[in-house]
C-alpha cells in the first residue's frame, strides 16, 4: 500500500468522524431546544381559581387583587364595614335595652338606668300601673327589635363575605377568557334563482 491511498483513507475516515459528530451536536441542540420549549411551557403560570378563592377566603379584596380587579376592593371593604358598623350600632342599643328592662324589673331601687333612655320621662313609673306596664312591653319590644336587626345583619355579613369569595372565584374563571373587540360586518350582493326566475339579494357575514 503507497503512502498516497493511506493519506486517502485516513481523509475519507477522519471526514466520516467530523461528519457524524456535526449530525450528532446538530441533535443534541435540536434536543436542547426542544427541552427548553418544553421547558418554558411547563413553567408557564395559568390564572388559578383556586388561588383568588382562597386568598379572598382568608382576607376579603385579596382575590380582587390577584384578578386585577382593583376597583373591587373598596366596594368589598365598603360594604363589610357598612353591615359591621350596624351590626355594632344594633348590639349596643340592645344592650341598653337588656340592662333597662332587668333594672326595671328587679327590687333594688338604686338601679335605675331605664331612666335615662328617651320617653321615659312621658311614664308615670311611681303611681300608675298602667304605665310601668306598657313600659316594661316597650322595653321588651325594643329588646327584641335590635336583637332580631343585629341576628338578621350578622347573617348579611357572612353573606357578603361569600359573596365577595364568589365574585373572586367567577372573576378568576374568566381572566384568560379572550374576548375580542374585532366585531366587524361584511356583506356583498348575491344572485339566486327560483323557478327560473332570478332573485337578488345581499350576503351578510359577522365577524367576532
Do not use: P
Given at each position: 500500500m503507497n503512502a498516497g491511498s493511506l493519506i486517502?483513507?485516513?481523509?475519507?475516515?477522519?471526514?466520516?468522524v467530523f461528519l457524524s459528530l456535526g449530525a450528532a451536536a446538530?441533535?443534541?441542540?435540536?434536543?436542547?431546544?426542544?427541552?427548553?420549549?418544553?421547558?418554558?411551557?411547563?413553567?408557564?403560570?395559568?390564572?388559578s381559581p383556586t388561588k383568588a378563592t382562597i386568598y379572598s377566603a382568608i382576607l376579603p379584596g385579596l382575590g380582587q387583587a390577584y384578578n386585577k380587579k382593583y376597583w373591587k376592593v373598596p366596594l368589598v371593604y365598603a360594604g363589610l364595614g357598612t353591615i359591621g358598623y350596624f351590626v355594632h350600632w344594633n348590639n349596643d342599643?340592645?344592650?341598653?335595652?337588656?340592662?333597662a328592662y332587668r333594672d326595671f324589673t328587679d327590687t333594688d331601687p338604686n338601679t335605675n338606668s331605664y331612666l335615662d333612655l328617651n320617653g321615659a320621662q312621658y311614664y308615670d313609673l311611681?303611681?300608675?300601673?298602667?304605665?310601668?306596664?306598657?313600659?316594661?312591653?316597650?322595653?321588651?319590644?325594643?329588646?327584641?327589635?335590635?336583637?332580631?336587626?343585629?341576628?338578621?345583619?350578622?347573617?348579611?355579613?357572612?353573606?357578603?363575605?361569600?359573596?365577595?369569595?364568589?365574585d373572586a372565584s367567577v372573576d378568576a374563571h374568566f381572566f384568560d377568557f379572550d374576548i375580542s373587540e374585532d366585531l366587524t360586518i361584511n356583506w356583498q350582493p348575491t344572485m339566486s334563482s327560483f323557478n327560473n326566475v332570478p332573485l337578488y339579494g345581499v350576503n351578510l357575514s359577522f365577524t367576532f
Open positions: 486517502s483513507k485516513i481523509v475519507v475516515v477522519v471526514t466520516l446538530q441533535k443534541l441542540e435540536v434536543d436542547s431546544t426542544r427541552v427548553m420549549h418544553i421547558d418554558e411551557e411547563k413553567t408557564e403560570v395559568k390564572h342599643n340592645y344592650k341598653v335595652m337588656k340592662l311611681e303611681n300608675s300601673e298602667t304605665d310601668r306596664a306598657n313600659f316594661k312591653t316597650n322595653l321588651t319590644r325594643q329588646q327584641d327589635y335590635y336583637r332580631r336587626n343585629r341576628d338578621l345583619l350578622i347573617i348579611s355579613f357572612v353573606g357578603f363575605y361569600g359573596l365577595n369569595i364568589i
